[in-house]
């Protein structure tokens, strides 16, 4: 059974960091291109940042760059998401999502994910 599980969200103030973390199990990952996405309340899931299964490819949204770094450890079935000054804007659940290639190409797209982990809350305070 595949299974994705997110930790490292908490609270924290703006201009803090946390790093997200998603274990990995039941994938090869680095046959699997990763994804981290985001969730607001009343807001529409969002993408954050996408890495090909090699590592060689990321990819990020606007609002990420330059501020959050994502990285992946295949030997230990894990995938990261560093994030640095944080904003309030940056509260939401952010979920660890699995393709089954290992191409990230087109990885803002949610449908192209096969895999999704149950989410972990992050809430930045003002």
């Known amino acids: 059974q595949v299974q994705l599980v997110e930790s490292g969200g908490g609270l924290v103030q703006a201009g803090g960091s946390l790093r997200l973390s998603c274990a990995a199990s039941g994938l090869t990952l680095r046959s699997n291109a990763m994804g981290w996405f985001r969730q607001a309340p009343g807001k529409e899931r969002a993408f954050v940042a996408a890495i090909s299964g090699s590592g060689n490819n990321i990819y990020y949204t606007d609002f990420a760059k330059g501020r959050f770094t994502i990285s992946r450890d295949n030997a230990k079935n894990m995938v990261y998401l560093q994030m640095n000054s944080l904003k309030p804007e940056d509260t939401a659940v952010y979920y660890c999502?699995?393709?089954?290639?290992?191409?990230?190409?087109?990885?803002?797209?949610?449908?192209?994910?096969?895999?999704w982990g149950q989410g972990t809350q992050v809430t930045v305070s003002s």
């Open positions: 999502a699995a393709r089954l290639g290992a191409s990230a190409h087109g990885s803002y797209a949610e449908n192209l994910y096969d895999y």
